[in-house]
């Protein structure tokens, strides 16, 4: 017979609780992220074609925007940790590296691309030669990262709608794992 030390149910659930939080911050981050990077990518199709002068007028509307960077960068600090938390919920971690690693291309992106585009034309404030292509290299990778972007989201939620089914107590493994649907539980 196993022996149960009751400082064990209150680590679990000292452990439990934690996961809630690092995943509600990363729901909460990526969703900041998310939602910034749909901006760009629904206003693209109405930017696109604007002759230098209007363009630059509409790309003030953008200053201060780099706090959402930033933001990003602490969502990948929370789907690490996140991902540490669930490891050994297979579903559950592989779908959370994927939104750690989709995240992550998304600020390759920005800064291999859009952030040298803000420094080329001054933060949008002057247009040099190459605008034009500065232009569609900003915008066509700023609806890459919101892509890329959407994926993490997505699979932040799948990471919590597929759930693992937890191993019996007695250390006894079923032959078969199916996922189940349910939202914010960790067991």
Do not use: C
């Not at 691309?113 to 900003?138: E, F, H």
């Amino acid at each position: 017979m196993r022996r149960t030390d009751p400082d064990d149910g209150v680590a679990r659930i000292g452990a439990v609780k934690a996961v809630r939080v690092v995943r509600f911050l990363s729901f909460l981050l990526v969703a900041l992220t998310l939602g910034a990077g749909l901006a760009h990518l629904f206003a693209l199709p109405n930017k696109i074609g604007l002759p230098g002068n209007a363009y630059l007028t509409v790309q003030q509307i953008y200053r201060g925007w780099l706090l959402l960077d930033l933001i990003a960068l602490v969502a990948l600090v929370a789907l690490g940790i996140l991902a540490v938390q669930v490891r050994r919920r297979p579903r559950a971690f592989i779908l959370t590296l994927v939104a750690f690693v989709t995240m992550a291309a998304a600020q390759a992106v920005f800064w291999s691309l859009s952030y040298p585009a803000d420094q080329a034309t001054n933060g949008w404030t002057m247009l040099p030669a190459n605008w034009s292509v500065l232009r569609n290299q900003w915008e066509y990778s700023h609806a890459a990262g919101a892509g890329l972007e959407l994926v993490a989201f997505v699979a932040l939620v799948a990471s919590v709608l597929l759930r693992d089914h937890a191993p019996p107590e007695d250390g006894h493994h079923r032959k078969r794992h199916h996922a189940r649907l349910e939202f914010m539980s960790v067991h």
